[in-house]
């Protein structure tokens, strides 16, 4: 027995990507790009020991 509920989903993902504006899917291909990169950054900031979360924490947010 076959789940037909991936393939009707994934279809209709494709539909609502082909529906969007040249501009939205540009955006949204930049904000894909930027969280692709961004996360393991954060995460290992946050995970990190206190200096070198510290340090971390400075290359992206410059200390006041």
Do not use: N, Y
Not at 39 to 50: E, F, H, L, R, S
């Amino acid at each position: 027995m076959e789940d037909h509920s991936k393939d009707t989903s994934a279809q209709e993902l494709r539909e609502r990507i082909a529906a969007m504006s040249r501009g939205k899917k540009i955006v949204l291909v930049v904000f894909i790009i930027w969280a692709v990169q961004a996360v393991p950054k954060w995460t290992a900031a946050i995970v990190a020991d206190g200096e070198t979360s510290a340090a971390i924490m400075t290359f992206f947010i410059d200390p006041r």
